[in-house]
Nanobody
Framework: QVQLVESGGGLVQAGGSLRLSCAAS????????MGWFRQAPGKEREFVAR?????????ADSVKGRFTLSGDNANAKKMVYLQMNSLKPEDTAVYYC???????????WGQGTQVTVSS
């Protein structure tokens, strides 16, 4: 059974940093793309960043240069990290970790972690 569990969200002032973690179990890391999405109140869920098993990363323009995605496949529990720097109030959202076999469709989702950036 695939399970994705996010952690690391919280309240931070504008300009601050947070690191989100996603612990993935029950899947073969090399077969999946791991992505981060976010959903702000009253808005649709949007793509943030993704990483392939080869370590190739891709970012939304809104976070490029501020967010960095990395993965750790060394242990049985696969980890994906989203380092978020220079946070802005518009980054406030629930952040979700997701796994998919192709970049256009994600099969598994975590429960989400709240990120709130105060001005």
């Amino acid at each position: 059974q695939v399970q994705l569990v996010e952690s690391g969200g919280g309240l931070v002032q504008a300009g601050g940093s947070l690191r989100l973690s996603c612990a993935a179990s029950g899947l073969t890391f090399s077969s999946y793309v791991m992505g981060w999405f976010r959903q702000a109140p009253g808005k649709e869920r949007e793509f943030v960043a993704r990483i392939s098993w080869r370590g190739t990363t891709y970012y939304a323009d809104s976070v490029k240069g501020r967010f960095t995605l990395s993965g750790d496949n060394a242990n049985a529990k696969k980890m994906v990290y989203l380092q978020m720097n220079s946070l802005k109030p518009e980054d406030t959202a629930v952040y979700y970790c997701a796994a998919g076999r192709v970049v256009t469709w994600y099969d598994y989702w975590g429960q989400g972690t709240q990120v709130t950036v105060s001005s």
